[in-house]
């Protein structure tokens, strides 16, 4: 999995690239801890696009940084997400709770 | 019923060996023309399986083993995950969707692999091991003849 983050205002952008689960799912955490503390982002907003895999354990901590974003009054926000990782994102009902959106700026022009 | 094929996989109990897990399962059932999402509900299936295994059945402990079983039958594929860990205590609890004692787990494991495959077992004893068996079935025109 690579990883590759931005910030664009009072927003984290987060590139994610590869399979999200058990072993890259620490990497995902503390990459996307540090740099919201170091950029003290008010808003989260994960780029899926190319996110080939995903199971539960990387629906755990796109959760838990959810709870934090929400916790500090944020948003978060996910874009590009492919078919196969809609699905298991409807089956845990974060769709119904994160706004998804086609491209990066449509997400940053709604939260900032 | 006797099985057409079989593989068996057995796998260090790291994090690192999931992929290859379900990969490798997948591979395996390719052989059969499957549509993509049914491959993909498969490998969230098993990848479900072997975490729990080594998160839950060995707490995270990389020095044990975790073995997959997979068999075609004619009409059916049957997956197999054992692990020899701590088990489990209250088999009803663990497939509850929110049972779940970390901040970053979902607690849906069971949930994906109930809805991806046919059939789901669990047996499990605590301090020997659990065996996590997933079913998937083939459509009539796939499966091969008795």
């Known amino acids: 999995m690579l990883l590759n983050t931005q910030m664009v205002d009072q927003s984290l952008v987060v590139k994610i690239k590869g399979e999200l689960d058990l072993l890259t799912a620490e990497t995902f955490r503390n990459l996307v801890e540090r740099d919201l503390k170091r950029g003290k ?4 907003i994960l780029d899926m696009e190319h996110v ?21 009054g944020g948003t978060m926000a996910l874009v590009g997400v492919k078919p196969h990782v809609k699905r298991i994102l409807e089956l845990a009902g974060i769709m119904g709770i994160m706004k998804v959106y086609q491209e990066t700026e449509q997400a940053l022009a709604d939260v900032n | 019923m006797k099985a057409i ?54 707490d995270q402990r990389s020095d044990q083993w975790v073995e997959i079983e997979v068999a075609r039958f004619s009409d059916y594929y049957e997956i ?38 046919d059939e789901v077992q669990v047996v499990s004893e605590v301090g020997k091991g659990t065996s996590v068996t997933l079913r998937k079935k083939l459509a009539p025109d796939k499966a091969a003849p008795n």
């Open chain 2, 5 to 58: 094929n079989r593989i068996k996989l057995t796998i260090q109990s790291l994090p690192e060996n999931i992929a290859l897990a379900r990969v490798s399962v997948a591979a395996f059932i390719a052989q059969v023309d499957l549509t993509v999402d049914e491959l993909e509900d498969i490998k969230v299936a098993v990848s479900e399986a072997v975490s729990n295994a080594i998160i839950h059945g060995y």
């Open chain 1, 52 to 72: 080939s895999f995903i199971d539960s354990s990387g629906l755990g901590v796109i959760l838990g940084r959810y709870r934090r974003v929400r916790e500090q």
């Open chain 2, 80 to 117: 197999i995950v054992q692990d020899y860990g701590k088990g489990i205590a209250d088999i009803k609890q663990a497939m509850e969707p929110t049972y779940s004692t970390h901040p970053d787990r979902t607690g849906l494991g069971f949930v994906f692999m109930q809805s991806f495959m």
């Open chain 1, 41 to 44: 982002a008010q808003n989260l």
